[in-house]
């Protein structure tokens, strides 16, 4: 059958089939990203709307409570609290990809991609590329603004593991994001995760070092996903980690690898299996 | 292909204990609108949804454009459209990016997705909106956005489901409009529908689908034929008058006049839609009769179901609904 059609006029519109079907992967996921590439184009302040959280609370917590704040085993407050604000700046983004997950699906914009002849995977590998790009220009901003309020990090082969990890714990996220964008009923639903997500980056080593809670709740802290990324990317920017002698303290950088690399494991399947079924 | 663009041999679907297809059959042939008529939850969009490849169907077999559908989905989908309850476009992106965005996800390359989103553009009344977020478009435009979206690649079929549901009359009759013209170019369209207005205006066969099956394929005409198409229908004051409202809608009637005794109401199928109100309404105030209420009613798709499956459109069945005493006058 000739990819070909004709309207009234007898004109067709050929579609190019010279290329094979890695080719069209490739590049419908290409096409994916730039139609959320051009979102940020359309709307550049979109992403100072999410990254308003962090910003905030690098200025509240580093200038606010700045002096009050101790870091367990000494140093300063605000050098300690930067990289935990790079990995709420990561936590955070996962919320935009299901918003725009659970947008797309109940719009029908997903139905569509779905009804035309690109390949289904773009639809989602699209949205997880367009992400990982928008996260780097996030941490961009993050760090420059830190940068500015006196921020000045280890440079060299340490920070880019650091980077690298935050990275990684966006990656991890992303499936968290796209299964969550597929499972909630409706877009509004979605605003309401930060309710979620916004007590998982308190209960974790971002804010206070999990020494400084009740036994229990720095037990919590301590297994916290977030924590381990923190914790490690504060070791690897120079900054005083506050940590102590407990496990997961002392290996905080296998576990800010480990944890990302189970979480992909299990949403990755999930998020691919909820969007197949979509058919069903 | 026998002549028919998309045909369908008893479809089955079920979610569960629910068959949402149950046998269902429809043959569509090429150049004109078909519409699938049914009330919420009859399967018309599982049905949309198995024929556009975007559901899997558990039995039966589907042609689209000569194409099986569970076989071939891939090639079946650069040969249709597909328009669902919502405007599928991207509401941050502007028409033209929307339609560009689409054109190279149809592998038209960048080039010729450009070319053709200004040819479309400009055929479905969108130039100058072009360049404007897609999100401040009115309900009509926006749809006419979706339209123009799935018609890309000039498909061999568009399916519609359920274009007009939440428009105003403006953006009803815009769509219409756009549904004529594509049709004039010889698009073929499955449009659903919840509409007897709207199926009668656009297509020029329907079928009609209740609890996944097929029950009725006919002639807009000759569907309404079946139901009696439009009524005369008269309200009285009072009990005695029924008799003389009898005799005076029987002259004008196309069929048997009934009288609803509950409701003091009288009521006819007629053909000559003006005549038959001004000749009811002249003989009643020649004698004088005093009227609570007199006029026209177009069957409405409630009407269809009653008379084709003898139930309600809304789900629970009405074993009483036969209250109207049937009368015969003159």
Redesign the interface.
């Known amino acids: 059958m000739s990819a070909q059609a004709a309207d009234g006029t007898g004109r067709t519109y050929r579609r190019r089939p010279r290329h094979g079907r890695l080719f069209w992967t490739v590049a419908d996921c290409w096409n994916v990203v730039r139609r959320g590439l051009t979102h940020y184009r359309r709307q550049p302040v979109s992403i100072l709307w999410q990254l308003a959280f962090p910003i905030l609370s690098v200025l509240l917590y580093g200038y606010v409570f700045g002096k009050a704040m101790q870091v367990p085993g000494g140093g300063d407050y605000k050098t300690f609290l930067m990289p935990g604000m790079f990995v709420m700046t990561v936590t955070m983004g996962f919320i935009s990809t299901a918003t725009i997950f659970v947008h797309d699906s109940k719009k029908g914009v997903i139905d569509r991609f779905r009804s035309m002849p690109m390949a289904p995977s773009a639809v989602v590998a699209g949205r997880g590329a367009t992400d990982m790009i928008v996260s780097c220009a996030e941490l961009g901003i993050m760090m420059g603004t830190a940068y500015g309020m006196g921020w000045r990090p280890d440079g060299g082969i340490p920070f880019v593991k650091a980077v690298a990890l935050l990275l990684a714990l966006r990656f991890a996220l992303i499936w968290v994001g796209v299964w969550l964008g597929l499972m909630l009923p409706s877009p509004e639903q979605a605003g309401g995760l930060f309710a979620i997500v916004f007590p998982l980056t308190m209960i974790s080593s971002i804010y206070v070092s999990p020494q400084q809670m009740p036994h229990w709740l720095g037990q919590v802290a301590l297994w916290n996903p977030l924590s381990s990324t923190a914790s490690a990317t504060r070791a690897l920017f120079g900054a005083p980690t506050g940590t102590g002698t407990s496990w997961p303290e002392q290996h905080a950088l296998l576990l800010a690898g480990v944890w990302p690399a189970a979480l992909t494991l299990m949403f990755l399947p999930l998020a691919v299996r909820r969007f197949q079924k979509l058919s069903r | 292909m026998d002549g028919h663009v998309v045909l369908a041999e008893g479809l089955e679907k079920r979610y569960g204990e629910k068959r949402a297809l149950d046998g269902f059959d429809l043959a569509v042939r090429p150049g004109a609108v078909h519409g699938l008529l049914g009330p919420n939850g009859a399967g018309k969009t599982t049905a949309v949804r198995i024929l ?5 169907l558990d039995a039966g077999r589907a042609t689209v454009a000569g ?1 099986d559908v569970a076989r ?1 989905p ?2 079946v ?4 459209g ?1 328009t ?11 028409g033209r ?1 929307n339609l560009e ?2 054109g ?6 960048r080039k ?1 997705a450009r070319l ?1 989103a200004a040819q479309l553009l400009r055929q479905f009344d969108l130039e100058a909106a072009a360049d404007k ?1 897609a999100g401040g478009y009115s309900g009509g435009m926006r749809r006419r956005l979706d339209l123009a ?1 799935s ?6 079929v568009l399916f519609l489901d359920e274009p007009t549901t939440g428009l105003d009359p403006r953006g009803r009759g815009e769509v219409w409009q756009a549904v004529r013209q594509l049709v ?4 073929t369209v499955l449009l659903t529908t919840q509409y007897l207005e709207e199926a009668d205006k656009l297509a020029s066969r329907i079928t009609v689908i209740d609890q996944g099956r097929a029950i009725v394929d006919d002639t807009p005409d000759g569907l309404k034929n079946r139901v009696g198409g439009d009524r005369i229908e008269v309200v009285l004051r009072e009990r005695d008058h029924v008799p003389y409202a009898l005799q005076a809608v029987a002259r004008v009637a196309h069929g048997q006049p009934e009288a609803d005794m509950a409701e003091l109401r009288v009521h006819a199928p007629v053909a000559d839609r003006v005549g038959s109100l001004t000749e009811v309404a002249r003989f009643l105030h020649e004698f004088g009769i005093p009227v609570e209420d007199i006029g026209l009613r177009r069957p409405s798709l409630d009407d269809v179901f009653l008379r084709l499956t003898g139930r309600r459109t809304e789900e629970e069945p009405t074993p009483d609904q036969a209250q109207d005493t049937k009368g015969a006058a003159a």
């Open positions: 556009s490849t975007l559901l899997r194409l071939q891939r090639e989908r650069t040969r249709i597909l669902g309850q919502y405007a599928a476009v991207d509401e941050i992106l502007t990016q965005m689409f190279r996800l149809f592998h038209l390359g010729r053709r977020g979206a018609m890309i690649l000039a498909p061999a004039a170019d010889g698009t």
